[in-house]
């Protein structure tokens, strides 16, 4: 299951229209200082991933991920303070009901 806060809908809508027509927003574990956690990257769809389209927007998640994470909610958050750099535009938060 995905849910999206409507704070977060225009900017998953701008990510969308950088990528090519027939490309989708991949929700895919990444690493990085703080460890592994999910993020936002345009892709197109394999065989293996689920396509979930939420408000017009197309997703894609591989399938195994998408059991395991099991609810996945994305945010957006104003001002984000934490983290290096801090950015002071916000940014998308992304977490799952399952840590990973």
Wanted: charged share 25%.
């Amino acid at each position: 299951m995905l849910k999206i806060n409507d704070k977060a809908l225009p900017h998953l809508t701008k990510l969308l229209k950088e990528g090519s027509p027939t490309s989708a927003i991949r929700l895919a574990v990444t690493g990085g200082p703080k460890g592994v956690g999910l993020n936002l990257m345009l892709d197109e769809q394999d065989e293996k991933d689920d396509l979930i389209i939420h408000k017009k927007l197309p997703f894609i998640i591989d399938s195994k991920l998408h059991d395991y994470c099991g609810t996945i909610t994305i945010d957006y958050q104003e001002k984000v303070t934490t983290g290096c750099p801090a950015n002071n535009t916000g940014a998308l938060i992304i977490s799952s009901e399952n840590k990973l």
